[in-house]
């Protein structure tokens, strides 16, 4: 094991844990907590420098259209790239990457997804509770972790910066063709 998994793993393992215990007293700082966490793992696992193509691009089901009434859980591709939402630019990412691309509806549909593609790495894109509580279930996996953006509020057309998610595909996917 590396000293930089050795140190996320301290990292998710204990002090997430400490930073959540201290959240109870300064619930304002909650947020601030996890995302510190995320950002952390983050360059962790880009200090690690994991190669593969083998990538898992996983989305909050936050990010498709309040008003679409396309069923994506099972499969993304049944989204018809109306554009109203960034579902259509992601699909058009994982194509070009040939990457496997699932929207998960909670931590538990996302391990089952994880346990079903078995990927090598794995870009995820959630709200910063849903993201660090998913890197402590699945350390010593590989993810870089992605806060997405919530201008109408939490868990309502979500949106996400597709530069970062480009920048974390090609991190994985760096030297791999
Ligand atoms: S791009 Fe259009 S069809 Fe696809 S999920 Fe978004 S709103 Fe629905």
């Not at 400490?18 to 109870?24: G, I, P």
């Not at 691309?101 to 509770?129: D, N, Q």
């Amino acid at each position: 094991m590396t000293p930089y998994r050795m140190l996320r793993g301290v990292v998710l393992r204990v002090y997430y844990p400490v930073l959540m215990f201290l959240s109870a007293f300064f619930k304002s700082r909650k947020e601030g907590f996890q995302r510190s966490v995320i950002h952390i793992n983050n360059r962790l696992v880009r200090a690690e420098r994991p190669k593969t193509k083998k990538i898992l691009l996983l989305l909050p089901h936050c990010i498709q259209m309040n008003e679409c009434t396309i069923r994506l859980t099972h499969n993304i591709y049944n989204c018809e790239r109306c554009g109203r939402c960034e579902i259509k630019d992601l699909i058009e990412i994982a194509e070009e990457n040939s990457l496997e691309l699932f929207v998960a509806t909670g931590g538990t549909i996302a391990r089952k997804i994880v346990k079903e593609v078995r990927p090598e790495a794995i870009v995820a894109v959630a709200c910063e509770r849903d993201l660090s509580s998913g890197l402590v279930d699945t350390y010593p996996f590989p993810i870089l972790g992605i806060t997405n953006d919530r201008p109408y509020g939490p868990c309502f057309n979500t949106r996400v910066d597709l530069d970062k998610v480009k920048d974390a595909i090609n991190f994985f996917s760096r030297d791999c063709d």
